[in-house]
């Protein structure tokens, strides 16, 4: 009797085979709530008279209100720049081996991030309540300058000192941190090859430090913009109390905050924006082997030079 073949059937590739999502009916339910939600406080926004929709695109571009915005974007930039200068040096007093830099970046730290803003701001403000006047003299000699602390300390340059100080100490614990990251052996190699401490620090940690930091920096720069609402209290006319101040005479006080809302989400996005941009152009691992190159050129250039030394 013949042998009869079977035909064999054809193996299924897993790697072929289309793969299909499991759906959960609590996350369609869960998200037919949340759309309905957002239709209903869509419609609250479109169709309630009381927005006032005509009367904040009226104030929208009110010269008022852009002159208020160029402060609010001033105070936040000059502080930002001030704090982080501030951090870097306190991170790298943190760091040090005096234990007299140590206690007193300590303090620093320690004072600015357990004092609110806004208390910091009405204490530079009134500043001369405490110190009227700041001499400089020869001990038991004649004054050499002589400065009145109320012509000093403005609207400005308290909220300028205010919040900055409070970022200085945020941004030298994130810098501290950056600079822990990055290996001990890049330190060592650069002592090898005669570097000095300061030059390891500023041409090989500090720049591989910035880069860990800039997603933590990006974060306060936000949380800067919107510290900067703060210092309406002392009558300084940025965003805030430019809108204040339209609907103290206008009554219109929704509309105005409103546009002071709209600026706020703008100036955010914008930030925002630029951060994911730098992050982008700024990361490793995107960027490794031009961070390699980096690092060998600067570790190279000491070496280079004594060579050229040498022979001459």
Same mark, same amino acid.
């Given at each position: 009797?013949?042998?009869?073949?079977?035909?064999?059937?054809?193996?299924?590739?897993?790697?072929a085979a289309t793969p299909v999502p499991v759906r959960h009916m609590g996350q369609w339910l869960a998200g037919a709530v949340l759309l309905v939600v957002a239709l209903?406080?869509?419609?609250v926004l479109v169709n309630n008279p009381n927005m006032q929709w005509a009367v904040v695109f009226e104030y929208l571009f009110s010269p008022d209100i852009l002159k208020g915005l160029g402060i609010t974007l001033m105070l936040t930039l000059l502080a930002m720049l001030l704090g982080l200068l501030l951090g870097v040096i306190l991170a790298v007093m943190r760091l040090s081996s005096s234990r007299v830099f140590q206690?007193?970046?300590?303090?620093?730290?320690?004072?600015?991030?357990?004092?609110?803003p806004l208390v910091q701001l009405i204490f530079w403000y009134n500043m001369a309540l405490l110190i009227p006047r700041i001499t400089i003299s020869v001990p038991f000699g004649p004054t050499l300058v002589n400065w009145d602390v109320n012509d000093l300390i403005t609207p400005f340059s308290a909220a300028i000192m205010g919040l900055a100080f409070?970022?200085?100490? *945020? #941004?030298?614990?994130?810098?501290?941190a950056g600079i822990r990251a990055v290996s001990g052996g890049q330190t060592e190699a650069c002592a090898t090859l005669g570097m000095t401490r300061w030059q390891s620090l500023r041409r090989i940690v500090l720049p591989q430090a910035l880069r860990i930091v800039i997603p933590p920096i990006g974060n306060d720069t936000i949380s800067m913009l919107k510290f900067s609402s703060l210092v309406s209290i002392l009558a300084l006319p940025d965003l805030l109390y430019s809108?204040?101040?339209? *609907? #103290?005479?206008?009554?219109?006080?929704?509309?105005?905050?409103?546009v002071a809302t709209i600026w706020y989400l703008v100036l955010t996005t914008a930030f925002t924006l630029i951060e994911h941009a730098v992050e982008a152009h700024f990361d490793v691992t995107r960027s490794r082997p031009s961070l390699s190159r980096a690092l060998v050129s600067n570790l190279k250039a000491p070496f280079a030079l004594r060579r050229k030394e040498d022979l001459a």
């Amino acid at each position: 009797m013949p042998e009869t073949k079977t035909k064999p059937t054809p193996s299924r590739d897993i790697h072929a085979a289309t793969p299909v999502p499991v759906r959960h009916m609590g996350q369609w339910l869960a998200g037919a709530v949340l759309l309905v939600v957002a239709l209903l406080f869509l419609e609250v926004l479109v169709n309630n008279p009381n927005m006032q929709w005509a009367v904040v695109f009226e104030y929208l571009f009110s010269p008022d209100i852009l002159k208020g915005l160029g402060i609010t974007l001033m105070l936040t930039l000059l502080a930002m720049l001030l704090g982080l200068l501030l951090g870097v040096i306190l991170a790298v007093m943190r760091l040090s081996s005096s234990r007299v830099f140590q206690s007193v970046a300590w303090g620093w730290i320690w004072f600015f991030r357990g004092v609110p803003p806004l208390v910091q701001l009405i204490f530079w403000y009134n500043m001369a309540l405490l110190i009227p006047r700041i001499t400089i003299s020869v001990p038991f000699g004649p004054t050499l300058v002589n400065w009145d602390v109320n012509d000093l300390i403005t609207p400005f340059s308290a909220a300028i000192m205010g919040l900055a100080f409070t970022e200085s100490a *945020y #941004a030298a614990e994130m810098l501290r941190a950056g600079i822990r990251a990055v290996s001990g052996g890049q330190t060592e190699a650069c002592a090898t090859l005669g570097m000095t401490r300061w030059q390891s620090l500023r041409r090989i940690v500090l720049p591989q430090a910035l880069r860990i930091v800039i997603p933590p920096i990006g974060n306060d720069t936000i949380s800067m913009l919107k510290f900067s609402s703060l210092v309406s209290i002392l009558a300084l006319p940025d965003l805030l109390y430019s809108a204040q101040m339209i *609907y #103290a005479r206008t009554y219109q006080t929704i509309p105005l905050l409103i546009v002071a809302t709209i600026w706020y989400l703008v100036l955010t996005t914008a930030f925002t924006l630029i951060e994911h941009a730098v992050e982008a152009h700024f990361d490793v691992t995107r960027s490794r082997p031009s961070l390699s190159r980096a690092l060998v050129s600067n570790l190279k250039a000491p070496f280079a030079l004594r060579r050229k030394e040498d022979l001459a």
